[in-house]
């Protein structure tokens, strides 16, 4: 069955970094665009990068532009999400998904699979 496992998070101190890593299996991921959504207690789940299928396109979130960066790895079936410039507000947990196509897209109902989230938790 298709499975994607998250790992990489953990408690940061602000302005510290963290690396996400998303390991899928049971599906073609190559020919798929991966995102990353966060969720904070009590608030909606939102868009926080995507990346099309072969890692040239790519799209933020406003909140993350310019602080993370979304890349592939499609000989290890991995996506990966580099965080730097840690914020407290990026404190949540941080899923990352699949599409059943090859673009990168920003909303949650345009992924067919997603993983069981990593937690982020940085303090002040």
């Known amino acids: 069955q298709v499975q994607l496992v998250e790992s990489g998070g953990g408690l940061v101190q602000a302005g510290g970094s963290l690396r996400l890593s998303c390991a899928a299996s049971?599906?073609?991921?190559?020919?798929?665009?991966m995102g990353w959504f966060r969720q904070a207690p009590g608030k909606e789940r939102e868009f926080v990068a995507t990346?099309?299928?072969?890692?040239?396109?790519?799209a933020y979130a406003d909140t993350v532009k310019g602080r993370f960066t979304v890349s592939r790895d499609n000989a290890k079936n991995t996506a990966y999400l580099q965080m730097n410039s840690l914020k407290p507000e990026d404190t949540a947990v941080y899923y990352c998904?699949?599409?059943?196509?090859?673009?990168?897209?920003?909303?949650?109902?345009?992924?067919?699979?997603w993983g069981q989230g990593t937690q982020v938790t940085v303090s002040s």
């Open positions: 998904a699949a599409r059943g196509a090859a673009g990168s897209r920003s909303r949650p109902d345009q992924y067919d699979y």
């Open positions: 049971g599906l073609t991921f190559s020919n798929r665009g």
């Open positions: 990346v099309n299928w072969n890692g040239i396109s790519t």
